[in-house]
């Protein structure tokens, strides 16, 4: 099992660029979520999604797209990638009303 | 909308010293508690949880949280640190029917 894992582990790029991350979980968990994290504010819920084929939009959704075409990966995209938005994202999954687990997280920086 | 209060962001303890991490949260329907622990340049890890029952819960490496329902509270506890236990900590309880609030986070340091 190799349980949470996120493609890739670091990143940079330049204000304007495009990417997307990737998540992945082999536990067969329904819901899946994306959050970063940075110093001093905990962890601030992005998009989260309660199945395959729904998101929802989380705390903080501006700047973000998500998609869960596949009950087992959710993607996370930056169509323009802004400074503010230098951080650590980190992918999460689990059974409905329990523990989620975390993945090992993307450090992105933009500069 | 739903919040919750660490009130420690920043503790440091000696080795062998009991330690108290608060949290308060707003949700009111039912709750299932957690706390995470995140080492230095790790993920986050499940420390204990709570769903139902007795109150006071027990996690790994020693630690336990006690549920107060009406105070809303659910502070972690050890009652004797070790230099390994320096990290993050992070309360979680209930952000709504499918999600949770994570809280600022206490970052714990242990003197050997």
């Known amino acids: 099992n190799a349980g949470v894992t996120q493609t890739p582990k670091f990143r940079v790029l330049k204000t304007g660029q495009s990417m997307t991350l990737l998540c992945a979980q082999d536990?067969?968990?329904?819901?899946m979520y994306w959050y970063r994290q940075d110093p001093g504010m905990g962890l601030r819920l992005i998009h989260y999604?309660?199945?395959?084929?729904?998101?929802a939009k989380g705390e903080v959704p501006d700047g973000y797209n998500v998609s869960r075409l596949k009950k087992q990966n959710f993607l996370l995209g930056l169509e323009s990638a802004a400074p503010s938005q230098t951080s650590v994202y980190f992918c999460?999954?689990?059974?409905?009303?329990?523990?989620?687990?975390f993945g090992p997280g993307t450090r992105l920086t933009v500069l | 909308a739903q919040s919750v209060s660490q009130h420690n962001h920043h503790v440091i303890l000696s080795e062998a010293a009991s330690l108290e991490l608060g949290c308060n949260y707003s949700?009111?329907?039912?709750?299932?508690l957690f706390w995470y622990v995140q080492y230095p340049g790790q993920h986050l890890q499940l420390l204990l949880k709570?769903?139902?029952?007795?109150?006071l819960v027990k996690g790994i490496k020693g630690f336990e949280a006690e549920f107060i329902k009406s105070k809303f509270s659910f502070n972690l506890r050890k009652p004797s640190v070790q230099w390994s236990d320096t990290a993050e900590y992070f309360c979680?309880?209930?952000?709504?029917?499918?999600?949770?609030?994570f809280g600022s986070g206490t970052r714990l340091l242990v003197r050997p």
């Open positions: 979680a309880p209930p952000g709504g029917s499918y999600k949770l609030i």
């Open positions: 999604s309660v199945g395959e084929g729904t998101t």
């Open positions: 536990m067969n968990h329904e819901y």
């Open positions: 949700y009111g329907g039912t709750v299932n």
């Open positions: 999460a999954s689990s059974y409905p009303h329990v523990e989620q687990f």
């Open positions: 709570y769903f139902s029952g007795d109150p």
